[in-house]
């Protein structure tokens, strides 16, 4: 027997319950005239009567006794591998290991009050955080991570996304820089040397194209691994770094003490907003730990993008009209 019908299954265990074609038939919503023809194919699959007529029931035949509570049992697994879970997820008795692949910024920023939300909530569950060295979703296609976090690149047309926060780039220097004592004007900014982070050979971006658009070039010295690593030559010269806001932390403006010896400025230019996804394989869509996990990580992630919003209002709000 090359392949078998599943169908059959549930209508033999119907008639062996039902003892009739007819009860049977309502019990699974056919009609009498389909059920006999499935009987009739039992009949023929298996190479025995299975339900023999005495009197106006159907009685089973010894093998189709012998097979009552195991058709039954196979039934109701069929049913239940089938059927939708309705079942709530048990977070708290999670045993399972979750990798994030994620660029060391959002890992710095997020990770420790993603890890507590998470453990809190399961503590027998583990975050493993990968490093992110390119866009390629190979390693979410082969299950080698299960949640990635980034800005969309050519990603493949199966990967399922969702925003998490949108974001902008700022401009970062050190307390006192030059820059800070008057407007930062394009001119003022594309006259600075510049640190940015880029893992690519090519680092020019939308801040160098809205430059030449004015017939401005900034003279970039320094390229980095990272956006941590950018701040930290800023911090210790003269360098400019281009950082997304979110990596500050919390918001630095020029009316505040610079925390960290560090303070931030709008761009004199338009660029445009960073949209910051979560990615995943569709494999895992309907998975309820990979589901609690996704909402987790928004609504930490939100929570926090919120938090440093308020704070730059405020900010803005007692510093007053510049």
């Known amino acids: ?183 930062v004007t394009p001119e003022r900014y594309a006259a600075c040397q510049h640190v940015v982070a880029s893992r690519k050979a090519s680092f020019r971006g939308p801040v160098d194209e809205a430059l030449e658009a004015q017939g401005l070039h900034r003279a970039i010295v320094a390229v980095m691994p990272g956006y941590r690593d950018a701040l930290r030559i800023a911090r210790q010269s003269d360098l400019v770094a281009l950082v997304p806001r979110a990596c500050l932390g919390k918001d630095m403006t020029r009316a505040d003490p610079p925390p960290d010896g560090l303070a931030s400025f709008e761009l004199p230019v338009r660029t445009p907003e960073i949209v910051v996804s979560a990615m995943w394989h569709p494999r895992l869509d309907a998975d309820p730990a990979h589901q609690w996990l996704r909402g987790t990580l928004m609504a930490v992630c939100r929570n926090i993008v919120s938090a440093q919003r308020r704070s730059a209002d405020q900010g803005r709000s007692a510093s007053g009209p510049p």
């Open 1 to 183: 027997m090359d392949s078998v019908d599943l169908n059959l299954l549930t209508a033999l265990d119907a008639l062996l319950a039902e003892g009739s074609v007819t009860a049977a038939a309502r019990r699974l919503g056919l009609s009498s005239s389909a059920m006999s023809r499935t009987l009739a194919r039992l009949r023929a699959t298996t190479g025995d009567p299975l339900l023999v007529r005495a009197g106006r029931r159907l009685v089973p035949t010894p093998r189709a006794a012998a097979l009552r509570d195991q058709v039954h049992a196979l039934a109701h697994d069929v049913r239940t591998v089938l059927s939708p879970r309705h079942g709530r997820l048990d977070v708290a008795a999670l045993a399972r290991t979750f990798t994030i692949r994620a660029s060391e910024g959002f890992v710095e920023l997020f990770s420790v009050p993603l890890v507590a939300a998470v453990t809190d909530a399961a503590p027998r569950a583990c975050l493993r955080f990968a490093p992110k060295p390119d866009k390629d979703a190979g390693p979410l296609r082969e299950a080698q991570i299960d949640l990635e976090v980034g800005v969309l690149g050519a990603s493949a047309p199966e990967v399922r996304t969702q925003v998490i926060f949108r974001d902008s780039f700022v401009g970062a220097v050190r307390a006192g820089h030059p820059l800070l004592a008057g407007a």
